[in-house]
């Protein structure tokens, strides 16, 4: 099985619960950033990827049935591409509540994790974004212009646009599976993500 779902949406975008969501739905792992953060060898060759050296992207992802948040998101047209019959997949929500989640959270990383997941974000977001994330008004305007692409770019017949309260149905419907007979589950929430990182700096001080 390959690719069956291109997430386009950017982080904070309910990436998370899609990732559960699609496991649920298609019974394999989704390629989201904790996959990263799992497999720190991949950080170069995404690197790599945003200097305009694409990896084999059926053998990169061979195991998984769908791309989610970044850094898979923002090279949506090359994966796209790769995997011609796959839904794509783009998760938004208004711009102003986007920042003030991500502006919150993954906004806040740098130089948290390591100098080569700087430099591989750094690189992404200098060949990807749009704009700059240094102040509100130019992340939304990137945040912006990123939909907007995607919208205009994909054909209607394999784009669908969701957001976090849409749940089950219009992803089951596109995919043409059953829906489950169980709440949709939201996870990730800024709440949960502040946890986590006081959980990670405490681990980090201790060692």
């Not at 394999?28 to 996959?35: F, I």
């Not at 920042?99 to 977001?125: C, F, K």
Request: aromatic content about 10%; proline content about 6%.
């Amino acid at each position: 099985m390959s690719i069956r779902v291109v997430g386009a949406g950017l982080y904070r975008t309910g990436t998370k619960s899609l990732k559960a969501a699609l496991e649920r739905l298609l019974g394999r792992p989704s390629y989201h950033m904790a996959e990263v953060f799992l497999h720190p060898e991949h950080i170069p060759i995404w690197h790599d990827a945003a200097l305009g050296r694409m990896p084999d992207w059926t053998e990169f992802l061979q195991g998984y049935s769908a791309t989610l948040d970044a850094p898979a998101a923002y090279f949506w047209p090359e994966l796209s591409t790769a995997f011609p019959d796959a839904l794509v997949l783009l998760s938004v929500r208004s711009a102003e509540s986007w920042w003030s989640s991500a502006s919150q959270t993954v906004m806040r990383t740098e130089g948290l994790v390591s100098p080569e997941w700087d430099a591989m974000n750094d690189a992404i977001s200098s060949s990807r974004f749009a704009s700059s994330t240094k102040t509100k008004e130019a992340a939304i305007r990137g945040f912006n212009l990123h939909n907007d692409r995607v919208r205009s770019e994909v054909d209607s017949s394999r784009l669908l646009e969701w957001t976090a309260g849409d749940g089950w149905e219009p992803i089951c419907s596109a995919l043409g599976v059953p829906v489950p007979d169980e709440p949709f589950l939201h996870t990730n929430t800024r709440q949960e993500w502040a946890a986590r990182e006081r959980a990670r700096t405490t681990a980090s001080d201790r060692s």
